[in-house]
């Protein structure tokens, strides 16, 4: 039984009919008694599992409606999976990319649906200390490997920019931060200023997920381990560290964040910060991370301004998700995180 699936959103239907005929032709399967269902959840881009007679299929496409230009990329998506599909990282298999507009009224791709479990809970609820332990160490495992893909040699060398990432990021995060018609918050206020005098030397690039945690994974039905990473809506070529501070994040939160709050980690079988990261160095042949509380302070820093978004959407009345309020409100506790780091590094 595959868990999150309801029927499909009034604003996401489309022509079911038209869709299996096309897939029909493209790929030779019979769909003759397939049913569609959408999986719930935040996705930006709706998402929906196909059940046929010849297998499971996933369906991912951009949403109906005005968007903005880079908005909702699925066509990345597809090619970084499809890329990425003879490297050490697990991927779902991609099958086909339509850009015909006419079949379903947007773009879309089509998967293999991945069977496993998707857990959010950072604490793994149920497992035992050493289940965890393997669940986190393949969870780095499956990050270095991503880090490890040489862009290029497998067609991915203008994914994107290959220079100044985080000077790029912060003005962008900071802009969305200042574009929100909401009382300034201290906290970011101070990293506005701090990140962009801070960032190390070196430019260092390679294939970054962007929002790599634990819940955009698919975990083998019965094993410890990453089947699949998913989710590659914001991914691109970008400075590695950024998306194991992002991994990282979850140290220094509390649990309403997605973090361990109070919770001692190795108490659990959960690696130590400081272990994960070793494991990470020792993976990608890193000698240590002298400038680590930059890279973790930046993501804090972004996913306050994302929350700050949020809020402003809250406010305009634009926000769609049923728990947009709850979220955006957490905007001023994840800068004071963020700065917190800074503050302990001195």
């Excluded at 003759?32 to 935040?42: E, I, N, P, S, W």
């Excluded at 339509?98 to 293999?112: L, P």
């Excluded at 970011?188 to 390679?206: F, K, Q, S, V």
């Excluded at 140290?251 to 309403?256: F, G």
Aim: hydrophobic content about 40%.
């Amino acid at each position: 039984m595959i868990e999150g699936l309801t029927p499909v959103l009034p604003q996401h239907t489309f022509d079911e009919a038209a869709l299996f005929e096309y897939l029909r032709h493209e790929l030779g399967i019979d769909f003759d008694r397939a049913t569609v269902r959408q999986f719930a959840g935040g996705q930006s881009n709706p998402t929906y599992y196909i059940e046929s007679p010849d297998g499971g299929f996933v369906v991912r496409r951009k949403p109906p409606g005005e968007l903005l230009p880079s908005a909702h990329a699925v066509d990345r998506e597809y090619r970084v999976m499809k890329a990425l599909w003879d490297t050490d990282v697990p991927v779902p298999e991609v099958l086909l990319l339509c850009e015909d507009e006419a079949v379903i009224g947007t773009i879309f791709f089509v998967m293999r649906h991945v069977e496993g479990r998707v857990i959010t809970d950072t604490l793994l609820p149920g497992f035992t200390t050493t289940t965890r332990r393997s669940v986190y160490n393949s969870l780095v495992g499956t990050l270095a490997a991503l880090h490890n893909v040489d862009p290029a040699a497998f067609g991915l060398g203008d994914y994107g920019r290959s220079s100044d990432y985080f000077a790029r990021q912060i003005r962008r995060w900071s802009g969305q931060y200042s574009e929100a018609d909401l009382p300034a918050i201290q906290a970011m206020e101070r990293l506005i200023e701090w990140l962009p005098e801070n960032i190390p030397d070196g430019d260092d690039t390679a294939i970054v997920h962007g929002d790599f945690r634990l819940g955009n994974m698919i975990l083998h039905p019965t094993a410890p381990r990453v089947e699949a990473v998913l989710d590659w809506e914001l991914s691109t070529l970008g400075h590695p560290l950024a998306d194991l501070g992002y991994l990282c994040m979850g140290y220094h939160t509390s649990t309403e964040l997605y973090g361990f709050g109070d919770v001692d980690p190795p108490v659990f079988g959960i690696p130590s910060e400081k272990s994960l990261i070793a494991e990470y160095c020792r993976l990608t042949g890193r000698d240590g991370i002298p400038d680590w509380p930059f890279y973790l302070a930046f993501a804090l820093f972004r996913m306050a301004s994302i929350l700050h978004g949020i809020a402003g959407r809250v406010k305009a009345g634009t926000a769609s998700a049923p728990n947009a309020a709850e979220r955006g409100a957490l905007a001023g506790k994840m800068a004071d995180y963020a700065w917190a780091v800074v503050e302990e590094a001195g």
